[in-house]
T-cell receptor, first 112, second 115 residues
Framework: EAQVTQNPRYLITVTGKKLTVTCSQN?????MSWYRQDPGLGLRQIYY???????DKGDVPEGYKVSRKEKRNFPLILESPSPNQTSLYFC???????????FGSGTRLTVV | AQSVTQLDSQVPVFEEAPVELRCNYS??????LFWYVQYPNQGLQLLLK??????LVKGINGFEAEFNKSQTSFHLRKPSVHISDTAEYFC?????????????FGTGTLLAVQP
């Protein structure tokens, strides 16, 4: 089954403790992206990657890092999480055309 | 810069009534337009998309949307809603042939279907 898999689904952590949210896709898509969803703000892009070793900032990149060492994986790293990063996070992938996005099931992160 | 406006944050409607969820976009270039649905505690599912051609687009679950270039709108409609349609709906736009494939989302409309 074609899918984007995120882990974990739920995470509660403390301020300053580094964490990684994993994202993996099995569709051989070139393009991958991370979004955060906040009430009243919709989804905002954090980082994206057009292909292996090619990443760039989205609209809200502060406090996040990403890497794209393999085509299928695109982890989101929070080096020093803060409470304002409490949010629902989605990973997405699409072919180069950008016409067919597949979203993961989401990761609900709480930073206390 | 592109932007998407969903004017209604919440739309209450009775079961079997028709519904329209409004979406307006701003862009100086050709765009692709999408509607996604998010059921409670779930991810995003594509309802329908407009790429080119016919301005009336039919999607899953009986939804349809009409692309209106002159009004820069892409409103979503369903002639008769069910309780199971209760969800949040997001309109999104992407550059036609843009370099980043970025989807820009609206702030969402919560459709609340009441019995």
């Amino acid at each position: 089954e074609a899918q984007v898999t995120q882990n974990p689904r739920y995470l509660i952590t403390v301020t300053g403790k580094k964490l990684t949210v994993t994202c993996s896709q099995n569709m051989n898509h070139e393009y991958m992206s991370w979004y955060r969803q906040d009430p009243g703000l919709g989804l905002r892009q954090i980082y994206y990657s057009m292909n292996v070793e090619v990443t760039d900032k989205g609209d809200v990149p502060e406090g996040y890092k990403v890497s794209r060492k393999e085509k299928r994986n695109f982890p989101l790293i929070l080096e020093s999480p803060s409470p304002n990063q409490t949010s629902l996070y989605f990973c997405a992938s699409s072919p180069r055309t950008g016409l067919d996005y597949t979203f993961g099931s989401g990761t609900r992160l709480t930073v206390v | 810069a592109q932007s998407v406006t969903q004017l209604d944050s919440q739309v209450p409607v009775f079961e079997e009534a028709p519904v329209e969820l409004r979406c307006n976009y701003s862009s100086s270039v050709s765009v692709y337009l999408f509607w996604y649905v998010q059921y409670p505690n779930q991810g995003l599912q594509l309802l329908l998309k407009y790429l080119s051609g016919s301005t009336l687009v039919k999607g899953i679950n009986g939804f349809e949307a009409e692309f209106n270039k002159s009004q820069t709108s892409f409103h979503l409609r369903k002639p008769s809603v069910h309780i199971s349609d209760t969800a949040e709906y997001f309109c999104a736009v992407s550059d036609h042939g843009g370099a980043t494939n970025k989807l820009i989302f609206g702030t969402g409309t919560l459709l609340a279907v009441q019995p």
